[in-house]
């Protein structure tokens, strides 16, 4: 895929992200795996992403369509930023998650920030995604790991 880049999300790629995230694939790998209705979605977004709360979502964009998106939400009782990040099932297994976490932690500004990752155990392709990806597990649960990005540098 040609044309890539990572930018800020703007309100009206809502519906883009909801899509991508209904997906079945998405929903299999995700602690929610409910499909949720876009009048829900949509405000959640709205108020998650665009009413000043420490929360920040990146979009992946390719020939002009968003294929894409990784969030980072501030987590207040840990006081780090939990990542989550998602590629269309059409773009999966191209490189286009690394690209996409990449420029997403980069224009998010990591510095002195803590950034954590919780993938099902089941899913180990995420796994193998975060671990490739700087990611080291620094916990575990029964049904889950918990991994923290390793270049986190303290101000």
Same mark, same amino acid.
């Given at each position: 895929?040609?044309? $890539?880049?990572? +930018?800020?999300?703007?309100?009206? =790629? ?5 899509? $991508?995230?209904? @997906?079945?694939? #998405? ?13 829900? @979605? ?7 992403? %665009?009413?000043?709360?420490?929360? @920040?979502? %990146? ?11 990784? +969030?980072? =939400? %501030? ?13 269309? #099932?059409?773009?999966? &297994? $191209? &490189?286009?998650?690394?690209? /996409? ?9 990591? +510095? ?7 993938? /099902?155990?089941?899913?180990? /392709? ?20 918990? %991994?923290?990005?390793?270049? +986190?540098?303290?101000?």
């Amino acid at each position: 895929m040609e044309n $890539i880049k990572v +930018r800020k999300v703007k309100r009206e =790629d809502s519906k883009r992200i909801w899509e $991508i995230r209904n @997906h079945p694939l #998405a929903r299999q790998n995700s602690n929610n795996q409910e499909e949720t209705p876009f009048a829900k @979605h949509n405000q959640w977004f709205e108020n998650k992403y %665009f009413r000043g709360g420490d929360n @920040h979502c %990146f979009v992946l964009e390719g020939e002009g369509e968003v294929v894409g998106y990784c +969030r980072f =939400d %501030f987590d207040s009782d840990n006081y780090n930023y939990v990542v989550s990040i998602a590629v269309d #099932a059409d773009y999966q &297994g $191209i &490189g286009l998650g690394k690209a /996409l976490l990449s420029e997403a932690l980069e224009a998010f500004g990591v +510095r002195g920030k803590e950034v954590v990752a919780q993938t /099902l155990k089941n899913n180990i /392709l995420s796994g193998k995604f975060f671990k490739k990806n700087n990611f080291k597990i620094f916990k575990e649960d029964d049904n889950s790991y918990y %991994f923290k990005y390793k270049n +986190r540098l303290v101000v």
